[in-house]
């Protein structure tokens, strides 16, 4: 098998509206101020890692705002997530993410980036704890 590569292309985004549906209703989830990810992961013979960005028109009203937020959450995403990658495909799972800012407050990437390091390394802990 070939190693995941680092990006994020559009096989790689959830656009599934009944996937983000269940994802929101059944998913489990991890919050650090501002970024709240919800996840949900199953076994499957189709190993699979998709995304989604969500940021609220409530809380950044601008569409030039959400679109900054997002622009930088998707960057630290696919910066970070080599090892998630990896281990989903290594596990032989599926598994769908959605990023769901909730701060009126638009972070610099210097400080958003660690936050979704810290979300993703919560996320790794997760799987490995829970498929062994």
């Known amino acids: 098998m070939l190693a995941p590569k680092n990006n994020f292309s559009k096989k790689d985004r959830l656009k599934s509206k009944k996937a983000i549906d269940n994802l929101f209703k059944?998913?489990?989830s991890y919050f650090e101020d501002p970024v709240r990810i919800i996840?949900?992961?199953s076994e499957s013979d189709n190993p699979e890692l998709k995304a989604g960005i969500?940021?609220?028109k409530k809380k950044l009203k601008k569409t030039y705002?959400?679109?900054?937020v997002k622009r930088?959450?998707?960057e630290s995403y696919r910066q970070n997530n080599k090892e998630?990658?990896?281990l989903i495909y290594q596990k032989g799972l599926s598994c769908h993410l959605m990023y769901y800012y909730q701060s009126s407050e638009i972070l610099l990437f210097k400080d958003l980036s660690p936050k979704i390091m810290?979300?993703?390394?919560r996320l790794q802990k997760h799987i490995e704890?829970?498929?062994i």
């Open 118 to 121: 810290l979300l993703l390394q």
């Open 39 to 41: 996840f949900n992961i």
């Open 65 to 68: 705002q959400r679109n900054l």
């Open 72 to 74: 930088r959450i998707k």
């Open 54 to 56: 969500a940021v609220p």
């Open 84 to 86: 998630l990658k990896e």
């Open 26 to 28: 059944t998913g489990r």
């Open 129 to 131: 704890a829970k498929f």
